[in-house]
């Protein structure tokens, strides 16, 4: 009975220690699983990483284009779809708020990067001249009702030096002429000689030199400067 009673007691003893061993087990084998779940990870952030740093250094802004071009046209294929005009539709989906401050944006900028050509003057004077015109809508379906088919003339038309422009247009014209020889004389990098300018140099080239030491250091030397003038000049 006394060996019945104390295998009793030795039993329970015996599998709670097998309960708390199982059970470290258990965590252990958790444990490890998390290391080498984080130990993946870890080398995946690795290869990604690499991948990134070897990648150009605008590959975002890259990325961001080509996904906003495959946006657009996508946008473009479904308006076709539907028989509408894209560039309408676009032009609906801006708020007045962004319209407005684009069009801030646009009158800030300065569109002339100056002299690089005279092919990019012309072609700039050219624009500027084509913004400034105002069409007379009247004198435009006059001249069309009057010219009828020949207002678009084909090889076979006999309409070429036969318009007379109106006084109106002459004026105009004049005008535009008087202004620009007007704004051009203003550009213009030739400085007036000044008679009564004191001569201090022996050539042009001098001359240009003493106004660049002039502008520089004229406030540091202007005293001594009198000074040589009026003979006191220590």
């Not at 199982?22 to 965590?27: A, D, F, G, I, T």
């Not at 028989?83 to 002339?112: C, H, T």
């Not at 990067?113 to 004077?125: H, T």
């Not at 009057?146 to 247009?169: A, C, M, Q, R, W």
Request: proline residues 3%; charged residues 45%.
């Amino acid at each position: 009975m006394e060996s019945n009673a104390e295998t009793g007691d030795k039993v329970p003893a015996e599998a709670t220690a097998a309960q708390k061993r199982e059970e470290r087990l258990r965590r252990f084998r958790e444990l490890h699983l998390k290391r080498n779940e984080a130990r993946k990870l870890n080398h995946q952030e690795v290869v990604e990483e690499d991948k990134r740093l070897k990648l150009p250094a605008n590959w975002e802004a890259k990325k961001a284009r080509m996904e906003w071009e495959l946006q657009e046209n996508e946008k473009k294929r479904e308006c076709a779809a539907r028989g509408e005009d894209y560039d309408r539709v676009k032009l609906l989906e801006i708020s007045a708020e962004d319209a407005e401050r684009w069009e801030r944006k646009k009158k800030k900028k300065n569109p002339d990067p100056g002299f690089s050509g005279y092919a990019e003057a012309q072609l700039r004077q050219y624009q500027r001249l084509t913004k400034q015109i105002k069409p007379d809508m009247e004198s435009y379906e006059k001249q069309r009702e009057e010219y009828g088919d020949d207002f678009h003339p084909t090889s076979n038309s006999l309409i070429h030096g036969t318009h007379v422009p109106s006084k109106e247009g002459i004026d105009r014209m004049v005008e535009d002429v008087e202004r620009q020889i007007e704004k051009r004389s203003k550009y213009s990098r030739r400085r007036a000689y000044n008679d009564d300018a004191d001569i201090d140099y022996i050539n042009e080239r001098n001359a240009k030199f003493n106004k660049k030491a002039e502008r520089f250091y004229g406030k540091y030397t202007a005293e001594i400067k009198q000074n040589l003038e009026r003979g006191t000049a220590v």
